[in-house]
């Protein structure tokens, strides 16, 4: 046999071994692996009649946790305002989500890592420009993050902002991710 010849059915062999089964389901990603703890939230804040805010956040081990601030600015040690959404440090997570408690609820690892592609595909949307519907309601934010492992950041991806001022992102994965983050989460008491 010539050196061609061998080098071909060699490869022939080796390609054949890497051939993926496309009707059997790819294994998700763990999501613990990229290094992300929070992953997708439901929050309420309104400063109207003195600073609340409460929610419930999944993080990416699968806890659902909840936490509720009622108080005035000045009287929280480390009150929650973002500079920039679109880049948030764990550290300023932390303050989000200080006084979280556990639920006791947990969403299984393989449910979370089914969805986590979805997040991207809601983050490449342009939601409309958020429209005035009222006053003094506050705001609902239903919402996910993408996390950039290399700078160790969050970025908020807006699902649905109902309240005061209304938003609502268009991509189907934004739909998809309501529709299970509703069932996953319910509602903000």
Known sequence: ????????AVSLVTLTA?????????????PAATGQTWLCGREYAN???????RGV????????WRYDFKSSPAALVNPWGPKDVSV?????????????????????????ARHMPLIADAADATPPQPKSVGADMGQYLLYC??????????????LDNKGD????????????LAVWLDNRLGEVR
């Open 165 to 176: 001022w209304e938003s609502t992102n268009p991509s189907p994965a934004a739909k998809t």
């Open 57 to 64: 956040v999944l993080d990416t081990a699968g806890n659902v």
């Open 18 to 30: 890497c051939e993926v089964d496309a009707t059997k389901p790819s294994t998700p990603p763990d």
């Open 47 to 53: 400063q109207a009649w003195g600073y609340q805010r």
């Open 145 to 158: 993050y993408t996390y950039d492992a290399a700078r160790r950041s969050y970025a908020q991806v807006m």
């Open 88 to 112: 948030m440090s764990e550290e300023e997570l932390k303050l989000r989500y200080n006084g979280a408690m556990t639920t006791g609820t947990k969403v299984p690892v393989e449910e979370i």
């Open 1 to 8: 046999m010539s050196r061609i010849a061998l080098l071909a």
